[in-house]
Nanobody
Framework: QVQLVESGGGLVQPGGSLRLSCAAS????????MAWYRQAPGKQRELVAV???????NYADSVKGRFTISRDNAKNTMYLQMNRLKPEDTAVYYC??????????WGQGTQVTVSS
C-alpha cells in the first residue's frame, strides 16, 4: 500500500520561503520519478516540478528559478524548497508521480498561502 504524506505548508508573506516535505511508505522515490503538483481554488491541478530517479529536475516556467525539488531516498522523503513566494503560488500542494502510475494514492496535500 502506497502512502504519500505532504507537510510543511503555512501562511507566508510575499517574498518569503517555505520548505515542503513528502514522506512516502516504502522505497517509492528510488523506483519512480516523482513530482510536486499544486491546485489553486477554482483551478485545475498543475505540475510544478519533477525529479527523476536519476536526479534530473524540471520545473514549470512559473516557478523556475524560485523552487527547488530534491529527494532523499534513504529517508523516503522528497522536498520542495520554495523561495521568493508570490500570492499566485497560493494553492494546496501535493506529491505524486508525473506519469499517473500512482494516481490512486493522492495524499491530503499541504496548504500554502502567500499573503500580506
Amino acid at each position: 500500500q502506497v502512502q504519500l504524506v505532504e507537510s510543511g505548508g503555512g501562511l507566508v508573506q510575499p517574498g518569503g520561503s517555505l520548505r515542503l516535505s513528502c514522506a512516502a511508505s516504502g522505497r517509492i522515490f528510488s523506483i519512480y520519478d516523482m513530482a510536486w503538483y499544486r491546485q489553486a481554488p477554482g483551478k485545475q491541478r498543475e505540475l510544478v516540478a519533477v525529479i527523476t530517479t536519476g536526479g534530473s529536475t524540471n520545473y514549470a516556467d512559473s516557478v523556475k528559478g524560485r523552487f527547488t525539488i530534491s529527494r532523499d531516498n534513504a529517508k523516503n522523503t522528497m522536498y520542495l524548497q520554495m523561495n521568493r513566494l508570490k500570492p499566485e503560488d497560493t494553492a494546496v500542494y501535493y506529491c505524486n508521480d508525473p506519469l499517473g502510475t500512482l494516481k490512486n494514492y493522492w495524499g491530503q496535500g499541504t496548504q500554502v498561502t502567500v499573503s500580506s
